[in-house]
């Protein structure tokens, strides 16, 4: 079998995790398997590699974000790699370029056009395990990419649909995806399996368990997606097509604290005038999520939406383009 297994940044923070870590991709292997991994950067490396930006430019652009941040998952794949050799077993640690994962140019939250599977193939023939950064890619202009936050998600369920693989586990710091979210909620009951559609809906109202863009994949390419914890035995949670989700007319609640109500008062009642502050944000990169409109009154009406809490900068600078 052909396995893809991803791990976040919680699973591999330190070098105890790490090797538990390693311990699950050997067992894996050792068992007849070929295993692709993806890896997340190290615990907080992200915002503290977020944070020396700012403290040299508060404002940086975000090719040379995606630059910095890319850096992260190549420490935790090269890490890993070196931990599977001292276990004396065959592995191979490559970045986002180098397995020919194409993606457009929107810096920060790029899109994957195409994935390459040479390289990949090559590697497997050789009975290597392939460890693969997650989160990354390149553009037409050869530069590198970022996919976003929760972008190794995406990464490892894209190599899963080029390779067909037989599985894709994701592995994180709970067992599976629940009603709730159980640090919140202890009573939170864990699915023993869920549909794409409904796990759509959960990742993009706020459950951090799986990024949205990876469970668009897996229902566009068929992939069944396993979230398991890294932390313990325990069977995860099956997200797959035609699930009834045992039967529950609701699946679970989340909450996203991670946007930015952005209002506008005294639009004016014009057609056309949503279309074009919209056209704007989007010509910017910048991912409208809920939008609310006011009854039009003495002419003006006021226009409410939510963003990424990242892209304040960008829609602001948007925003005062467009009042102009």
Same mark, same amino acid.
């Given at each position: ?11 591999? %923070? ?8 390693? =311990? ?29 930006? !700012? ?23 090269? &890490? ?70 929760? $972008?190794?998600?995406?990464? %490892?369920?894209?190599? /899963?649909?080029?390779? !067909? ?10 067992? =599976? ?28 109202? $706020? /459950? ?9 994949? $897996? ?29 529950? &007319?609701?699946? $679970? ?7 930015? &109500? ?20 989007? %010509? /910017? ?11 039009? !009154?003495? =002419? ?25």
């Amino acid at each position: 079998m052909l396995i893809v297994q991803k791990f976040g940044g919680s699973s591999v %923070a330190d070098a105890a995790k790490i090797e538990r870590v390693a =311990g699950i991709i050997a067992d894996t292997y050792n068992a007849g398997n070929e295993v692709v991994v993806v890896l997340s950067a190290q615990g907080d490396t992200t915002d503290d590699l977020i944070d020396k930006a !700012h403290e040299i430019n508060p404002n940086p652009s975000k090719r040379e974000m995606d630059m910095l941040l890319t850096v992260g998952e190549q420490i935790s794949v090269s &890490l890993m790699a070196m931990q599977l050799e001292k276990m004396r077993l065959p592995a191979v640690s490559l970045t986002g370029w180098q397995i020919g994962m194409q993606t457009n140019s929107a810096y920060g939250a790029a899109r994957i056009k195409t994935v390459a599977t040479e390289r990949i193939r090559q590697e497997l023939d050789k009975n290597r395990i392939v460890i693969v950064c997650g989160f990354q890619g390149l553009n037409k202009f050869d530069d590198v990419t970022t996919l976003g936050r929760g $972008g190794s998600d995406t990464t %490892a369920v894209a190599i /899963a649909a080029v390779l !067909h693989a037989d599985k894709c586990q994701i592995y994180t710091d709970v067992e =599976g995806v629940y009603t709730a979210d159980p640090r919140v909620v202890p009573d939170a009951r864990k699915l023993r399996e869920i549909g794409y559609d409904e796990m759509l809906e959960l990742a993009s109202t $706020g /459950a951090k368990v799986l990024h949205n863009r990876c469970v668009e994949l $897996g229902r566009k390419y068929k992939v069944e997606i396993e979230v398991l914890s890294s932390m313990t035995d325990a069977p995860g949670t099956l997200v797959r097509e035609d699930s009834k989700v045992e039967k529950m &007319l609701i699946s $679970g609640v989340a909450a996203d604290r991670n946007v930015l &109500l952005c209002t506008i008062f005294g639009m004016k009642n014009e057609p056309g005038q949503a279309f074009r502050l919209f056209q704007r944000l989007g %010509a /910017a990169g910048i991912n409208v999520d809920i939008i609310l409109q006011s009854v039009p !009154h003495d =002419g003006d009406k006021c226009m409410a939406f939510t963003v990424r809490k990242e892209d304040e900068a960008e829609t602001r600078r948007v925003i005062d383009e467009y009042a102009k």
